[in-house]
Every structure is written in C-alpha cells, then in structure tokens.
C-alpha cells in the first residue's frame, strides 16, 4: 500500500491563490497533519520567453486569448515525470458536472492533477494530446479554473480517511444514499414560536431514523426529484421501513412550493 498523501497537483498562472481557503477549516488542519498534499505549479514557469507568455490570440479571430498547448504541455509532462498522481482533469464549463459519485471516486485514488484554465481557456489540442477528463461545478462560467479546483479539492478532501472527525456524518449527509439530507436542530427548543419537531426529543431512535429518513425522501421529491431516479436513490426509497409514520410537518419543508 502506498505511504504517500493524496495529493492534489494544480496547473495555474495564479499558484499564489493556493492554499487560500483550503488552508483553514477541516481541510487546512487536514493539510497540517499532512493527510493530503498540494502542489500548486506555475505555469508561467514552462514558457520560454522571457515574458513568460502564457496565452496568444485566438486563430480565426474573436476575443480574449487562448492559453498556448505548447506551455500547459510541457508542465503536465513535467508533473507527471516528476510522479505527480492521479488523472488529468481539467476544470470546464463544458465538462462532466461533477456530482459526489465523481468526488467519491477522485476521493478514493491517489489524488489529481488538476489544470486551470483563464483567458477564453486552454487551445483544443492538448486536451486531445494529452489524457485529460473535463469537469464542471456548475453552469455558470467562472473566470479562471481556480476556484473550481479548490471546490473539487474541498470536496474530495473531506471524504479522506481521518479528516472528518466523526465519519457517520458523512454517511447521512446529501447525496450519501441519492438523497437530500434531513433537515437539523438545536437549541432552543422554540424560536419565534417554532418548535423543534416532538420526534427528535423523544429518544425513540428507531423513531428518528423512520423520521428522517421520510424527511430526506420529502424534501428530494420537492426539490431534485431528479435524484429519485438515480440507483442509489432507488435502493435507499427500497428499504424504507415499511409503515413509517407520517412525518410531522416543519417550517424548513414549508418553504418549498408543492
Ligand atoms: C472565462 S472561463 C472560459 C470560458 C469559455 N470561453 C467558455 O465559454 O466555455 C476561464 C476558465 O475558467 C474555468 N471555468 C469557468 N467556468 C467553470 C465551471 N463552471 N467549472 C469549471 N471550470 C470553470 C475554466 O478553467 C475556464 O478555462
């Protein structure tokens, strides 16, 4: 077995961006105590002129600037030569939505490389020419891939061994079974005239469980009942404990239209 950290490898022009917010939280004490690695690379350290020319303008015309293949080519050899893990991702809005399944597998391996694009992006053949699987956290379009990476990275990070505290909650978390989470309280027990639901008080675990597990159901069909159709969703909806009670309604549900 490998001694090594997961390690995330980060192909950019602004590596002064990095840690950044993944240097504090679970994530940034998970870094300290050495439970995964960061290697933010400047790409402007693989341009040959003294400029450092990262990008050029666009053959056929049109805005903005491309990010050069020659450039990014040579610094993912270069990581990879020097045993950089993991596939080759780079960050898109054209990609594969990236969804847990896919942060749970990257989760899993040995870490990533993971390229950044600026500008109007990185020019078409090096995602041929080299290995490189497109992921996108949204429809949206960001300005540059960094602080898509530190997203991806956030997410994969939490999921490695020992860096969340208490690994149940990440077994009942959104997504974990197909499903939205339950909804959570705490003190006080009354705010504005809104209760805690009585269930959750009753120390009735099996109780509980049917709760919220008919709760996750409810506010999935409401909101992504998209996900309902998923395997994992299915198997979950499956074994639902035949004759649950009827959940008692709550305000957080009452938000959502029908
Ligand atoms: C201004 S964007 C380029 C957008 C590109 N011209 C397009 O229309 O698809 C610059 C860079 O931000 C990153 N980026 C933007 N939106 C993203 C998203 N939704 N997911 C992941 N990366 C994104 C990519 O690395 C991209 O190359």
């Known amino acids: 077995m490998s001694t090594r950290p997961w390690t995330a490898t980060v192909l950019t022009i602004f590596p002064e961006m990095f840690p950044g ?21 400047d790409l402007r350290d693989f341009a040959t002129d003294r400029h450092r020319t990262v990008d050029d303008a ?3 015309g049109g805005a903005g600037m491309v990010m050069r293949v020659d450039v990014i080519a040579r610094a993912v050899d270069a990581v990879v030569a020097r045993g950089a893990p993991g596939p080759l991702l780079y960050l898109s809005p054209r990609g594969e939505r990236l969804d847990q399944a896919i942060v749970r597998e990257l989760s899993a391996g040995p870490g990533f490389v993971a390229l950044c694009g600026r500008f109007e992006g990185v020019d078409e053949r090096v995602l041929e020419a080299r290995p490189f699987r497109e992921l996108s956290i949204g429809d ?8 898509a990476a530190m997203v991806l990275i956030d997410a994969c990070v939490r999921l490695l061994p020992g860096v969340v505290g208490d690994a149940a909650s990440l077994e009942e978390e959104s997504f974990a079974e197909g499903l939205l989470e339950y909804p959570h309280y705490t003190r006080p027990q009354e705010f504005e005239g809104r209760r ?26 409401r909101r992504r009942p998209d996900l309902l159709t998923a395997p ?27």
Request: net charge positive; hydrophobic share 45%; charged share 25%.
């Open 21 to 41: 917010p993944l240097g504090h939280s679970l994530a940034g004490k998970a870094l300290a105590r050495g439970l995964w690695r960061l290697d933010a690379v």
């Open 58 to 60: 666009p053959f056929g």
């Open 140 to 147: 949206f379009v960001l300005s540059g891939g960094e602080l």
């Open 196 to 221: 805690v639901p009585e269930v959750l008080l009753s120390g009735n675990h099996a109780r509980i469980r049917a709760w919220r597990r008919e709760r996750a159901l409810e506010l999935t069909r």
């Open 232 to 258: 994992a969703a299915a198997a979950c909806c499956a074994a639902r404990e035949p004759g649950a009670a009827e959940p008692p309604s709550t305000a957080s549900l009452e938000r959502d239209p029908p």
